[in-house]
């Protein structure tokens, strides 16, 4: 199953990928972790890995071989792709968790991410999991992934809201897009400080059509652990998380979010 994990930026995408993806792993599913967000590069040490792997970029030959054929070559010419065929060091393997990631904007007049873009949504498509297993996908923040179809190939899309105006503007946007798309897509709060604003946020969401299906937390545990670069394990919000994949967990074909417009 693949589950894509979208939102306003700082709204918590990588902290929810990094909690929900320790939280299926430590209960025996086969984890894959996709970090598609092609401008920040901490989801690695989020989630305790000493290194990023190599993105998958490189592994295609760069940006300007893909620009060129705006089709991955290699590996990715084929209607599938295993997890086990990717070549390290293009795949990172840690504490039982599996990374892989899209690529990142690392010089200035490199040219627009489009290609990762395609290579995202070629990865995605690609990528044959496993029963049981379960694909996080970072997403980049905002809604420009779905105007690239990186969206295409999964099962369900979590947004991620954070408590304020813009973060459930972003939210309503995604969830036409999503709909749009005839994808199952459902909330889950963050950063979350009381029940009150909790009950306040889940009911302004249901207005708007949107189902929540877990709060996290404002934890002192994951600021502090953001602010140092430490991987995100206990605390809290963890707890939450465990929480918020039940909903996760259930088959793609079943009850995920709903739009009651
Ligand atoms: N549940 C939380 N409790 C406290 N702080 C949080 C929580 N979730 C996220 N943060 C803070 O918000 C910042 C942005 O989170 P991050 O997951 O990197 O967002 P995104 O991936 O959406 O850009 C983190 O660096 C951290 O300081
Ligand atoms: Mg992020």
């Known amino acids: 199953m693949k589950i894509s994990v979208c ?3 700082g709204s918590g995408k990588s902290t929810l990928v990094t909690l929900l993806a320790k939280a299926a792993q430590e209960r025996g599913f086969p984890v ?18 000493k290194n990023p792997p190599v993105p998958l970029m490189e592994l295609v030959g760069g940006k300007a071989a893909l620009k060129n054929k705006m089709q991955a070559p290699g590996i990715f010419e084929r209607p599938d792709i295993t997890v086990e065929e990717i070549p390290s060091p293009y795949i990172q393997s840690e504490n039982g968790l599996v990374l892989v990631s899209v690529g990142k904007v690392l010089q200035s007049f490199e040219g627009c991410a489009c290609p990762m873009g395609v290579l995202s949504r070629e990865f995605l498509k690609k990528v044959h999991l496993k029963e049981n297993c379960i694909a996080f996908i970072d997403m980049e923040a905002g809604v420009e992934h779905f105007g690239r179809g990186i969206d295409e190939a999964v099962d369900k899309i979590i947004l991620v809201v954070e408590p304020s105006f813009e973060s459930v503007n972003v939210a309503e946007k995604i969830r036409d897009l999503a709909a749009g798309m005839k994808k199952k ?13 909790a009950q306040r946020l889940k009911e302004e969401l249901a207005t708007k059509g949107i189902e929540t299906i877990g709060t996290i937390p404002n934890d002192p545990f994951v600021f502090d652990a953001c602010l140092e670069g430490r991987a995100l394990n ?7 998380a465990v929480k918020a994949l039940v909903p996760c967990l259930k088959s793609p074909a079943s009850d995920f979010g709903k739009v009651t417009l």
């Open 7 to 9: 939102g306003k930026g």
């Open 32 to 49: 894959l972790i996709v970090d598609s967000d092609e401008s920040n590069s901490g989801l690695y040490r989020m989630l305790g890995f």
């Open 185 to 197: 897509f459902a909330a889950v709060l963050n950063k979350i400080p009381s029940e009150k604003v």
């Open 234 to 240: 206990q605390g809290e919000a963890y707890h939450a």
